[in-house]
């Protein structure tokens, strides 16, 4: 009953001092959505993800069991990053990303305090630490401590756009520049714009191919393909950022979302090519291209910026603000 008292009171405090407009414009959208969560620092010792206990948890269901567990807020941003980027990737990037996961969960628990949140990409991949050691093996002890210390790091810190908190959508690898929210959703949000992301060429999931055959493409288009070998339609209209807008295949016209979703395509920059009786798809990049780039991010970091150039690069005109709970008074912003 105390924690629970104390987990409102918190709650009050964050409430009190953040507009309560927050903007969380993909909240129905199937396409996972990465929004950052808020960081516990624990100065610069070298803690134990067991030493950062939260006053606040999260409600996360357990997709396999069905169960829900209750999660410290600090265990579970530990969880997400390592869930969602390789430890491998430059602690400035992990920095980044911790912000995003931190920006989301809040966002989502301010709306809702009893806000119960999936372990899949239906909000954040998570893992618990039992379940991060048998994924990683001999790795786990200095991926977790690089982890850790990417969330100790960005203590108290978001993302936010005029005062209220973002959607931080993000994805894996751009095809050398992000998309903006209103090419691929239909609708703009002004933190959502196309950016250039050069650093993406040097991810492995830059470049990429699937073959299917011609009866799944065309069951899965509602089309019926030419015989003969060659492109598969064509492009009626480009985006800005050289992402397929509309595509046409004999009658019909798609949008360059609908052709990648329905043939599970890694991006909207694709092109369709017929050899025999397979259809290739080669696609450069991998992600609906929206907010941050992760490899961008990784290059980024490479290049020497820091998660905050980092994040206010990919999330246009945001700030990086620091909130710091008062006993008794109200969360104060930096």
């Not at 009953?1 to 993909?26: C, R």
């Not at 396409?31 to 969560?37: Q, S, Y």
């Amino acid at each position: 009953m105390k924690k629970t008292a104390l987990t409102l009171f918190v709650f009050a405090l964050i409430i009190l001092a953040i507009p309560a407009a927050i903007v969380l414009p993909f909240k129905h959208q199937t396409e996972k959505l990465h929004l950052p969560i808020i960081g516990q620092t624990v100065g610069k010792s070298s803690a134990k993800p067991a030493d950062l206990a939260a006053p606040i948890t999260v409600a996360v269901y357990r997709a396999a069991n069905g169960v829900t567990e209750q999660v410290d807020l600090n265990r579970y941003l530990i969880g997400v990053v390592g869930s969602e980027m390789p430890a491998k990737f430059p602690i400035e990037a992990l920095k980044a990303q911790a912000l995003a996961a931190r920006t989301y969960i809040l966002a989502q628990l301010m709306n809702n305090p009893n806000a119960r949140v999936s372990d899949t990409v239906e909000n954040q991949v998570y893992h618990s630490l039992p379940e991060l050691k048998k994924i990683w093996g001999k790795d786990y002890d200095w991926r977790i401590k690089k982890i850790t210390q990417a969330v100790e790091a960005t203590n108290n810190k978001v993302i936010t756009y005029q005062g209220s908190l973002i959607s931080p959508v993000f994805f894996s690898t751009s095809n050398g520049r992000t998309e903006d929210a209103s090419n691929y959703w239909s609708h703009a949000v002004p933190y959502l714009r196309s950016v250039a992301s050069p650093w993406d060429k040097a991810s492995p999931k830059y470049k990429n191919t699937k073959k299917m055959s011609t009866d799944t493409v065309a069951a899965a288009l509602g089309v019926s393909l030419s015989a003969s070998d060659g492109a598969i339609g064509k492009v009626v209209q480009w985006t800005g950022t050289g992402h397929v807008a509309r595509f046409a295949i004999g009658s019909k016209t798609f949008t360059g979302r609908e052709i990648r979703e329905k043939l599970a395509l890694s991006s909207t920059d694709f092109t369709l090519t017929r050899q025999g009786d397979t259809i290739i798809a080669q696609s450069i990049g991998s992600g609906h291209d929206v907010g941050m780039s992760q490899y961008g991010a990784a290059g980024m970091a490479q290049a020497g910026k820091n998660a905050n150039q980092i994040v206010t690069h990919y999330y246009s005109g945001t700030k990086v603000t620091t909130l710091t709970l008062r006993a008794q008074t109200a969360l104060a912003r930096k």
